[in-house]
């Protein structure tokens, strides 16, 4: 049983997966980036749209899975955006570009 003075110490495979997470975030983080800046330069390039959700989804996913809560809502609150997007129930305008850049510094952010 753990003291309160000493912190449950990880095992080499929750460290690994803790490291290829981060590893594998910021590439995930990157390519969100370039392909939604490829988007709102370019609305009607459903392509780049696409892989920013892929990208938003894979980030949110993997965040939950290490119970990252505030990285899964973020994660979440963009892929919503851009399936809006996607499926044009949601005009592109400038609050929207806005939101969406808003949403990638966050996840910088939070990623450290």
Not at 4 to 32: A, C, R
Not at 85 to 111: A, H, M, P, Q, S
Request: net charge negative.
């Amino acid at each position: 049983m753990d003291t309160p003075d000493k912190k449950p110490s990880l095992t080499q495979e929750e460290i690994d997966d803790i490291n290829f997470y981060l590893e594998e975030g910021e590439t995930l983080v990157n390519n969100l980036e370039k392909s939604l800046t490829s988007y709102l330069d370019n609305p009607d390039d459903n392509e780049k749209l696409k892989v920013a959700y892929r990208m938003a989804h894979t980030i949110k996913g993997n965040s939950g899975f290490l119970n990252l809560v505030d990285l899964v809502t973020v994660g979440h609150g963009m892929e919503d955006i851009l399936n809006l997007l996607y499926k044009k129930e949601l005009n592109f305008e400038l609050e929207v570009k806005t939101v969406l850049e808003k949403g990638i510094r966050v996840i910088r952010d939070l990623f450290g």
